[in-house]
């Protein structure tokens, strides 16, 4: 609080108070106003001038209203010498982000990988500032050492210029980083031992399994590949058009990335073909999850149905063995083979 306020500051003042403690559920009279004016900024103000800012505000296009403002029939309305008066009252700031969607977004903030702990407060912070004082996000209940130590502080701004170079429809270059047996980033190499120079036409960021890709296509290549966000170092957004995504091979037609994502579960790689398979039906839920429900099932007896899909053999080959007691690939023959093979080879590992 500050014991001198100019008076050219009343009305955003008023905002301020509006924004910080109003919201659809919560609401301030106009005394209430002015009580708040003079307990926050020291400003002692009249019913009138109260009055007359709230009115500007709303001139000027902000998001206030008041009760009645939307419906006649909410208003209070009293006589005062044979007219009929309409108090306004009940004020209140119509927030851009409802409460539910600022969760989503403090959500998405918990669920990326790769940000400092001191990142995630501060942007969850600024995200509680979009909303009144009466939303709270429960950070101070949020675990952060969950997350582990961060290994490559760069990612937001590898985001950044991932992000402007899809938007400006330029190629970026990036060296590419794998894990060691100790848990630590370490720079992939060429052939003759120096960091490995990418350079990648970008499309899309997604998110899948709790961890951030880049979708792009190398330039020497003709098909789609992934990169994990987080083990992407040195990104440098080049001046460089990238290469259109319809003139890469199956997207001459412009299939969409959707479809692809949902074709490669679990971003293996891979030109997707006709696959079909039978499972448990309480598989149902994990079928959906990995493969979307554009599905064609097929009950069978005994508690099975039979699933037809169009999705990258690698991608069915993992999934499958992830779920080698629930699930039985009927065809491509080849896949079922090598699926047979990787099993019984597993199983001598146990049997010994």
């Not at 209140?92 to 409460?99: A, L, M, P």
């Not at 994990?286 to 991608?315: C, H, M, Q």
Request: proline letters at 3%; glycine letters at 4%; one cysteine or more.
């Amino acid at each position: 609080m500050t014991d001198m306020q100019p008076k050219k500051m009343i009305i955003l003042d008023i905002l301020d108070i509006l924004r910080k403690h109003t919201d659809e559920d919560h609401r301030l009279s106009q005394q209430q106003i002015q009580n708040l004016m003079e307990s926050e900024y020291g400003m002692k103000v009249d019913r009138k001038t109260v009055r007359r800012n709230l009115s500007k505000l709303m001139g000027f296009g902000f998001p206030i209203k008041y009760r009645g403002s939307d419906f006649d029939n909410d208003a209070i309305v009293r006589n005062r010498k044979n007219v009929e008066e309409t108090i306004l009252t009940d004020w209140y700031y119509v927030h851009e982000f409802e409460n539910g969607e600022l969760r989503l977004l403090i959500d998405s903030v918990l669920l990326t990988d790769g940000l400092s702990q001191k990142d995630r407060i501060s942007l969850i912070q600024r995200l509680e500032g979009l909303s009144s004082k009466y939303f709270r996000s429960g950070i101070s209940r949020i675990d952060m050492d969950i997350y582990g130590k961060v290994l490559n502080k760069q990612i937001v701004l590898t985001l950044e210029n991932i992000s402007s170079a899809i938007a400006n429809e330029r190629q970026i270059s990036f060296h590419y980083c794998d894990f060691s047996i100790d848990g630590k980033l370490l720079y992939r190499l060429d052939s003759n031992g120096n960091k490995k120079l990418y350079i990648v036409n970008p499309y899309q960021i997604i998110s899948k399994n709790g961890h951030s890709y880049l979708i792009g296509n190398l330039s020497q290549y003709d098909d789609l590949t992934h990169f994990r966000i987080d083990r992407i170092k040195d990104c440098v957004k080049l001046d460089t058009p990238l290469h259109p995504l319809r003139m890469l091979k199956g997207f001459e037609t412009g299939v969409r990335l959707s479809e692809y994502i949902k074709s490669h579960p679990n971003l293996w790689s891979g030109e997707p073909v006709q696959i079909s398979f039978q499972c448990r039906k309480y598989m149902i839920n994990d079928v959906v999850d990995s493969f979307g429900t554009k599905l064609r099932t097929e009950e069978l007896p005994d508690d099975l149905i039979k699933v037809y899909i169009y999705a990258s053999e690698e991608s069915m080959f993992h999934w499958a063995i992830q779920f080698a007691d629930a699930v039985e690939v009927i065809s491509p023959q080849n896949l079922r083979e090598r699926i047979a093979e990787t099993l019984r080879n597993a199983l001598k590992k146990y049997d010994t």
